[in-house]
């Protein structure tokens, strides 16, 4: 199991309505985001029913550079049919409710890419020590609108401890923009992960490029 941690920089995740609401739908604002800078993308949809999340799913493995993961969000169900269709579908995100990140190993195979949420010490440690787990995504850095009952941001401090407690890759989220890339890169993360700082901008592959750029430019 080998997991560039690189491939975690610049860390897209979809959220339908959002884009829907800057006038484009998810397969556009992902072609042109992954054309300018993003390193991964993660499909999120807690709404959509499983036909569409399907569908979804495969209209955008069928525009995304085939070098940049594409991964799914909490439902293996759409993972393996989407497998199953041949789509190239790198593997899967899940967050803390979900099935356990072994069962979801065993299920999705040795080979795909399996990120988990985790936000506490013991939380991190048990993906480190479940050996199954490609890297964490922890937050939220801010306050943020675009996840249901998110809890309140933690800043910049303790999103540096949480990072500490795991020597897996990691990706902060919640909020982020261009500004919060130096300092979450001096804290150790990998990279940054956002959705409305694209789906929500009027030009999704522009504010790849820039989040792309201050990445870069910022000392690892
Ligand atoms: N998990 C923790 S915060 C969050 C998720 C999915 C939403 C982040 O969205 P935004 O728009 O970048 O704040």
């Keep these: 199991m080998h997991f560039d941690p690189a491939t975690l920089s610049i860390y897209l995740v979809t959220d339908t309505q959002q884009c829907v609401a800057s006038g484009r739908t998810v397969t556009d604002t992902v072609q042109q985001a992954a054309h300018q800078g993003v390193t991964l993308v993660q499909i999120r949809d807690k709404e959509a029913s499983a036909r569409d999340f399907l569908a979804m799913t495969l209209e955008i493995a069928k525009v995304m550079p085939k070098h940049i993961p594409l991964l799914i969000n909490?439902?293996?169900?759409?993972?393996?049919?989407?497998?199953?269709?041949?789509?190239?579908?790198?593997?899967?995100?899940?967050?803390?409710?979900?099935?356990?990140?072994?069962?979801?190993?065993?299920?999705?195979?040795?080979?795909a890419i399996l990120g988990v949420s985790a936000a506490s010490e013991e939380t991190l440690l048990e993906a480190q020590n479940s050996q199954v787990v490609d890297y964490v995504g922890i937050g939220p850095l801010h306050d943020t609108q675009t996840k249901k009952n998110a809890p309140a941001g933690r800043g910049f401090e303790a999103m540096a401890q949480l990072r500490s407690y795991t020597h897996l890759p990691a990706v902060a989220i919640g909020g982020i923009t261009a500004s919060d890339l130096p300092p979450l890169r001096a804290a150790g993360f990998n990279g940054a992960a956002v959705v409305s700082a694209i789906c929500k901008a009027p030009d999704p592959g522009a504010a790849a490029h820039a989040l792309a750029q201050q990445w870069r430019t910022t000392a690892g």
Excluded: S
């Design 74 to 111: 909490d439902r293996v169900d759409i993972f393996l049919a989407a497998q199953l269709a041949k789509a190239n579908v790198a593997g899967m995100h899940i967050g803390q409710t979900e099935l356990p990140a072994t069962t979801v190993r065993q299920l999705i195979g040795p080979h």
